[in-house]
């Protein structure tokens, strides 16, 4: 099987490696970030978004074509964006406070 697309090989062919690699960003995030009350967003957040192209890969080497996953993985990804910086814009998100 040739494996050309470059999400597929970004994350070597495995969901498993994936799901650990987005685990490991989140956990490296939210220490990195430890002081900022958005930590634990901003984790999750890259962590999905790894786990979305490692879904991509695994779809595409199961053989559905990138045509089709990458258009409905970026829409979900623009929603996605779109509803948080509505939600920050109107104050719906906000930090923690501090004695908490």
């Known amino acids: 099987m040739q494996v050309t697309d470059p999400a597929v090989q970004l994350v070597g062919m495995s969901p498993v490696i994936a799901a650990s690699a987005g685990y ?17 967003l901003l984790g999750r957040l890259a962590a999905a978004i790894i786990w979305g192209c490692g879904s991509v890969a695994g779809l595409t080497v199961i053989g559905i074509p ?13 929603v996605v964006v779109v509803m948080l910086a509505a939600a920050f814009a109107s104050g719906m998100i906000r930090p923690r406070p501090a004695g908490t």
């Open 24 to 40: 490991s960003a989140q956990t490296k995030i939210v220490d990195a970030w430890h002081r900022s009350p958005y930590a634990p």
């Open 66 to 78: 990138a045509a089709i996953t990458v258009p409905i993985a970026l829409t979900v990804l623009t």
